[in-house]
């Protein structure tokens, strides 16, 4: 009795974006990638996460995730997670500040 190879599901879905989702007017939602891999839409970020964070140009907008065709494409990208991480460090810096409840 033989086993099925180990897919790697991330690798599997970088491949899928390459091939099907090439370009910001070819977009995939996270609910058809979820029905693709049978995962959640939290391991879809996970998978996309790590995808970019080892130089995988894969990039979303509010259509969905794409494979970028070209930088400008990346650059838009870059820019919603960097006004992402400007919204996060505010809503942080405000915890930390806050006036201290009455105890």
């Known amino acids: 009795m033989s086993k099925a190879p180990q897919v790697n599901i991330e690798e599997a879905l970088c491949e ?12 995939v939602s996270s609910k058809q990638l979820e029905a693709v891999f049978h995962v959640k839409g939290t391991e879809i970020r996970r998978l996309v996460n790590s995808l ?6 894969v990039c979303s907008d509010m259509d969905g995730y794409y494979y970028a065709a070209n930088q400008h494409e990346i650059n838009a ?7 992402r991480i ?14 201290a409840d009455s105890e």
């Open 86 to 99: 400007n919204k996060i460090a505010k809503a942080r810096d405000g915890l930390v500040n806050r006036k």
């Open 77 to 83: 990208t870059i820019a919603q997670l960097s006004s």
């Open 16 to 27: 899928y974006l390459q091939k099907y989702y090439r370009g910001a007017n070819n977009p």
């Open 52 to 57: 970019r964070s080892k130089g995988e140009p």
